[in-house]
């Protein structure tokens, strides 16, 4: 069973800084795609960044400059920097991941979802 674990969220002012991490465990072949998404309460879930296996970045807009993502292949791990926070960030964010397992002699393709962590950003 693959699963994505997220931390590092809570209540922070705004201009200050947290650091999410999400960690997939479980009986893993290889992770391809990961990234963050969010969801603002009465609003649909955007996309914030995502980073390919080979390192390549890709962010919203109103994200670039602020926020940081990276990940470390070794611990099937993703982080994402959020400095220079504002209210509008406000949302519980979603880790998401491209896995490949490997059962029977056959290779499987799912996309995962963590079970996500609130941020809140206080003026």
């Known amino acids: 069973q693959v699963q994505l674990m997220e931390s590092g969220g809570g209540l922070v002012q705004a201009g200050g800084s947290l650091r999410l991490s999400c960690a997939a465990s479980g009986s893993i072949f290889s992770i391809n795609a990961m990234g963050w998404y969010r969801q603002a309460p009465g609003k649909q879930r955007e996309l914030v960044a995502t980073?390919?296996?080979?390192?390549?970045?890709n962010y919203r807009d109103s994200v670039k400059g602020r926020f940081t993502i990276s990940r470390d292949n070794t611990k099937n791990t993703v982080y994402l920097q959020m400095n220079s926070l504002k209210p509008e960030d406000t949302a519980v964010y979603y880790c998401?991941?491209?896995?490949?397992?490997?059962?029977?002699?056959?290779?499987?393709?799912?996309?995962?979802w963590g079970q996500g962590t609130q941020v809140t950003v206080s003026s």
């Open positions: 980073i390919t296996s080979g390192g390549r970045t």
């Open positions: 998401n991941a491209n896995i490949r397992t490997y059962s029977g002699g056959v290779y499987y393709g799912n996309e995962r």
